[in-house]
């Protein structure tokens, strides 16, 4: 049965900093993994997809990488700023997609 | 110009009542998914469709019961609300099985 933990479940950082959000799954039978970012109240926005196949992806700021064999994924947010605020989710899409625990960002000004 | 959209966004309601959540999507994906975001924030697959085809459907209590018209729709039925049921559904969309998913904007269900 898969499961997906992310750590740490928060974090609270200055502006500025750059920053590193961990997720791992158990099993590494996956087709993609997903980042998503949901804000309070809201619904989840897609940030990054990695296929299976794939070991990095990137968006502006944002890269995310993937070690399949190992199960394990990171987020790497360069030059935090205070509208990066929000909960950051991964989810692994074995036959469907489950996803983490989370990780609830604050950046300070 | 929104892609997921959810009505209504707000529902509160008493124990015992039967409650449905609409979702349409105007991307053209042929796969559709329900989920539940529980009150500490877990976020759990209920259903999935497949061109209005049953794909998945977790073992979530038979009051639940969704309906696909067509291709962009998928409704959600909740018969007898229990106090459990309390919590944010969240209708996505995708191409098909196994690709990007975007996610509506949530509809936050309180039962009394």
């Known amino acids: 049965k898969q499961e997906v933990t992310q750590i740490p479940a928060a974090l609270s950082v200055p502006e500025g900093e750059n920053l590193v959000l961990n997720c791992s799954f158990t099993?590494?039978?996956?087709?993609?993994l997903q980042w998503f970012r949901q804000d309070p109240g809201k619904g989840l926005t897609s940030l990054l997809l990695?296929?299976?196949?794939?070991r990095e992806q990137t968006s502006g700021r944002l890269n995310a990488s993937l070690d399949k064999s190992s199960g394990r994924s990171t987020l790497y947010i360069a030059a935090s700023q205070p509208g990066d605020s929000a909960t950051y989710l991964c989810?692994?899409?074995?036959?469907?997609?489950?996803f983490g625990t989370g990780t609830r960002l604050q950046v300070f000004p | 110009d929104t892609a997921v959209s959810q009505t209504p966004k707000y529902l509160v309601t008493q124990m015992g009542n039967d409650k449905s959540i609409k979702c349409e999507q105007n991307?053209?994906?042929?796969?559709m998914y329900w989920y539940k975001q529980d009150s500490k924030k877990f976020l759990k697959i209920m259903f999935s469709?497949?061109?209005?085809?049953?794909?998945i459907n977790e073992t979530v209590p038979n009051r639940f019961s969704p309906k696909s018209p067509d291709k962009a729709h998928l409704n959600l039925h909740i018969n007898s609300l229990e106090l459990g049921d309390s919590a944010v559904y969240f209708c996505?969309?995708?191409?098909?099985?196994?690709?990007?998913?975007?996610f509506g904007p949530g509809t936050r269900l309180t039962v009394t």
């Open positions: 469709y497949n061109n209005k085809e049953l794909i």
């Open positions: 991307l053209g994906h042929d796969t």
């Open positions: 099993d590494s039978a996956i087709y993609n």
């Open positions: 989810a692994v899409n074995s036959d469907k997609l489950i």
């Open positions: 996505a969309s995708s191409p098909t099985d196994y690709y990007e998913q975007y």
């Open positions: 990695i296929q299976s196949s794939q």
